[in-house]
């Protein structure tokens, strides 16, 4: 750590005292209680290195959510660090309307290359929630534009505690009612299934390999009322923000044969699970499925950007073409931003260069043996992990796998005691979880799971 001379202690302690005032006095923060916060010193990051992020006072942490999923190869990283700075030489921005530019260019073409087998076509736009707001649109489109139009097919069908987003549509297709509720007079109506959410599945504790089960509600649904649906959308292999939540085995591929079955659209948001974070490029990789449209936003810039891009087929694109009537009406002002997809570039070079994925699939398996011991915790009831990400389940009664009341705040408290010991994560509700950047050495995994381990005991 850099030492700090008096003066410019003092004159750093000065302006930490500053900076801290103005950000409750200005800054309103997102998924944040607003009263909570202001009550509190916020924590103020002001440098990265690696997986560390340093605040204002110096105070070194591990980066245990990887900037909220964003980041993969650490902070700091120079192949990152100097392509953005070569193309600010050139350009930082120009749009993509009636005019073309060539990182946007090259970065299709590599985005195709990695992803998976069917997959032609890129559409930029700047985070998840646009991601899926394209991919939403164009499934309307395709559908409205087939010869005979097949207008009634226009329902989307989604799985309960979805997340997909904090836009419009996005949230339409989210099942997070205490995300979601609120603004449901705005939104558009959709088919919801539940989740396989395997612990806590009664049909599971019946029959240890149970996805075909699971999977019976929407062959249902499907099979009575793919007229009217356009497409099935799904975050592949493991549901993030609804806690960490994995799908059994064969679950992902059977979604997309049913899909293929009923002819209805299948959407992949791998805004989460893109860009290695499952121990494949995409989550889709693992069971060898190629959706009909592909969110990726997230890692996609190795945590630098805001970009994202939805991708599809050559199927998909041709539907597209002919009059003016049947262009993609969408696009935003920053739609394939150069400084974005330079650094994305430089982040599918680093996959290359430093071997990541294979990186990442021993690393997994590291992370699992480390995470072994945790389950014997008391208060632990389950431990899910998908690669480079893992969810703790806190339970009150190990036995009966009754809940902590949310009102206790288990997760946010293991999360502070974990603040304490040097390590940021961002709970959601009773799941603790933990999402090292990729780059993250073993030693610094078993650091991780270690400060876990301790804050969990501390609370037992
Ligand atoms: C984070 C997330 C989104 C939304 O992405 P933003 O960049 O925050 O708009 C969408 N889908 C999934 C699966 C996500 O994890």
Known sequence: MKQFNKKQKNSLSSSSVKLSKWDRQYVWHPFTQMQEWEQEDPLIIEKGNGVYLYDIHGNKYLDGSSSIWVNLHGHRHLTLDTAIQEQLGNIAHSTLLGAASPPSIVLAKELVKISPKGLTRVFYSDDGSTAVEVALKMAIQYWQQQNPPQKKKKMFVRLDAAYHGD????????????????????????????????????????????????????????????????????????????????????????????????????????????????????ACHHERVTPDLLCVAKGLTGGYLPLAATLTTETMYEVFLGGPEKTFFHGHSYTGNALGCAAALANLEIFKKEKTLAQVRKKSRILQALLKPLAELPIVGDVRQCGMTAGIELVKNKETREPFPLSERMGYRVAAECRRRGLLIRPIGNIVVLVPPLVATERELRQIVNIVTKSCRTLC
Do not use: W
Not at 226 to 241: F, K
């Open 167 to 282: 836009t419009m549509g996005s949230m339409s297709v989210g099942g997070l009612p205490l995300f979601h509720e609120r603004f449901r007079p705005l939104l558009f109506s959709t088919i919801a299934l539940d989740a396989p959410y395997c612990y806590r599945c009664p049909l599971h504790l019946r029959y240890p390999s149970c996805q075909t089960a699971c999977l019976d509600p929407l062959e249902d649904v499907l099979s009575k009322r793919h007229d009217h649906i356009a497409g099935v959308i799904i975050e592949p292999m493991v549901q993030a923000v609804a806690g960490l939540i994995t799908q059994p085995p064969g679950y992902l591929s059977h979604v997309r044969a049913l899909c293929t079955k009923y002819d209805v659209l299948l959407i992949a948001d791998e805004v989460a699970t893109g860009f290695g974070r499952t121990g494949t490029m995409f």
